[in-house]
């Protein structure tokens, strides 16, 4: 991207319960409240049979390389915290947390790349970084990994970047490393959108301001870098698709709490 034409220096990081959902002042003051983080609103509507599979073959092979996990399954009778256990295990050894981890660094690696600062990034990942810097030339990053908050869906968390597009308008810009996001961007389209329409948030004081613009509600970006491919693309996202997606998550959330089932009767022998 070219150089940043913004002072990129995040807000202090608010607070989170303990389920990692940051604590908000709500706008009129008051107690704080525990917002959902984007992330996890914008995946509530997410076939996730695909990743379930995944997740049976990774355990699979996990304790297929660890005779120990083996023979601990089998000591447990049937006790789901020890099974629990094995399972987090059997993911560990069949390094189920490569990727993701990969995918962190590269977006690390990307955010000092947009900052002007050196990095220092492995070889391996020296063609995925120069494609990344030359497929972002268009774009001037105005915001990275900034707070906010939307108190309409009482959802919170930090988009990777704010850019500003070459006819002068800025848009929520977000990043993936998986192979196969644009081809599953429901979701994605859903962060952006509940980004982009979102307030900055200063966890130390609950103040709220606009976003830079003129801002474009209509698309944001999908930066597809997918690791290891050497190839960097950039998608549009349709954010009113996303934004309903997100409303329509957000109700979803809603109706699992609550309890359409009550005790009728009971009956002992």
């Known amino acids: 991207m070219i150089a940043p034409t913004a002072d990129l220096a995040e807000f202090a990081a608010p607070k989170r319960d303990r389920w990692g959902r940051p604590i908000i002042t709500p706008p009129d003051g008051g107690k704080p409240v525990a917002y959902t983080r984007v992330s996890t609103l914008a995946k509530t509507l997410d076939d ?8 049976q073959r990774q355990t699979i092979l996990g304790v297929a390389k660890r005779a120990d996990l083996y ?69 001037t990053v105005v915001l990275a990994e900034r707070f906010c908050v939307n108190d ?37 389209a859903a962060q952006v959108a509940t980004y982009a329409n979102s307030l900055l948030y200063d966890p130390l004081t609950g103040a709220r301001t606009e976003l830079p613009g003129p801002l474009n509600l209509d698309i944001g970006l999908l930066i597809h870098l997918p690791i290891g491919a050497g190839e960097c693309t950039i998608y549009k996202l349709d954010l009113a698709f996303g934004f309903q997606w997100a409303q329509v998550a957000t109700e979803v959330r809603a109706w699992r709490k609550a309890k359409p089932a009550t005790l009728a009767w009971s009956a002992t022998a």
């Not at 996730?48 to 997740?55: R, V």
């Not at 390094?95 to 955010?111: P, V």
């Not at 309409?152 to 850019?163: E, I, K, N």
Request: hydrophobic content about 40%.
């Open 71 to 139: 023979t601990l399954a089998k000591s447990a009778n049937g006790d789901k915290q020890t099974l629990n256990d094995v399972a987090k295990q059997a993911m560990d050894a069949a390094d189920s947390s490569a990727a993701a981890n990969t995918g962190t660094a590269l977006h690390s690696f990307t955010e000092a790349i947009d900052l002007g600062h050196d990095i220092d990034a492995p070889t391996e990942y020296a063609a995925d970084l120069a494609a990344y810097a030359n497929a972002t030339k268009p774009l």
């Open 48 to 55: 996730q049979s695909g990743l379930m599979l995944w997740k």
């Open 152 to 188: 309409v869906l009482q959802t919170a968390g930090s988009f990777d970047r704010l850019v500003r597009l070459p006819n002068g308008q800025t848009c929520i810009a977000d990043l993936k490393t998986g192979k196969d996001a644009p081809r599953y961007a429901h979701s994605t």
